[in-house]
């Protein structure tokens, strides 16, 4: 499986109308080919299935290149797995070099689920992270908070995941002055995951810096607490 078949094949399962209403919805301007999520799932456990590391290494560059809507989330979803073997840096650094890229929250969406699975499975790859949240790039701020999501969801989290919990709150503090919906919204979704495993925190943060952020991603943040 070369990128071009597989981008012929996803072309070949497009559907022109909904290619048009997927370009209207999302507002980025580039090729949309009108698959569902669904039948992309579908083509990637395909080729995962067929695929060494790396021959679909290779595959995920070359969709992500591709600059198609659905190329680039399949590409995604290529590399979203809990274990990679034999070695999962060669991922690791695919992923972290779409992050310049991002434009568009479900194509950033996508990846940053990918880049949750390994930054689970190497935790000090959180150093790479921290530094994305003074980039000059919207996104890559952005993708700091979205990627690092599961520390939010640990009910009995041990003393080094509430220190990175911590560290992460610290980022996302950072961020409260800034107004771009896009980092609000990230902002208020972090918070409003940690709200139901550790509402205290929550509290603690709001009661700080609730008046500095936009009321509407102060009030989602706090929309899950108890």
Avoid: C
């Avoid at 969406?109 to 949750?116: F, L, M, P, R, Y």
């Avoid at 009910?155 to 980092?183: C, M, Q």
């Amino acid at each position: 499986m070369t990128p071009k078949q597989a981008t012929a094949l996803l072309r070949a399962a497009g559907d022109p109308a909904k290619a048009a209403e997927m370009h209207r919805y999302h507002k980025v301007d580039r090729p949309y080919l009108g698959v569902a999520n669904p039948q992309i799932d579908a083509f990637v456990k395909e080729w995962r299935a067929a695929t060494d590391l790396d021959t679909r290494l290779a595959l995920a560059h070359g969709l992500w290149k591709g600059n198609t809507h659905e190329g680039r989330i399949a590409a995604a979803k290529l590399l979203t797995q809990a274990r990679i073997r034999p070695d999962d840096q060669g991922a690791w650094g695919l992923i972290t070099s779409w992050v310049p890229d991002f434009d568009a929250w479900a194509i950033a969406d996508h990846a940053s689920i990918a880049g949750q699975k390994r930054l689970v499975a190497d935790p000090s790859r959180l150093d790479t992270v921290e530094t994305w949240t003074t980039s000059d790039h919207m996104w890559t701020r952005r993708a700091a908070l979205v990627m690092t999501l599961p520390w939010t969801k640990q009910n009995h989290p041990k003393p080094d995941e509430l220190a990175t919990r911590d560290r992460i709150l610290g980022w996302a503090a950072s961020y409260v002055t800034d107004h771009d919906w896009f980092i609000q919204k990230a902002i208020a979704w972090w918070l409003r995951e940690l709200s139901k495993h550790d509402p205290a925190r929550v509290r603690a943060f709001l009661e700080k810096y609730a008046d500095a952020m936009k009321p509407f991603a102060a009030k989602e943040a706090g929309r899950k607490l108890p």
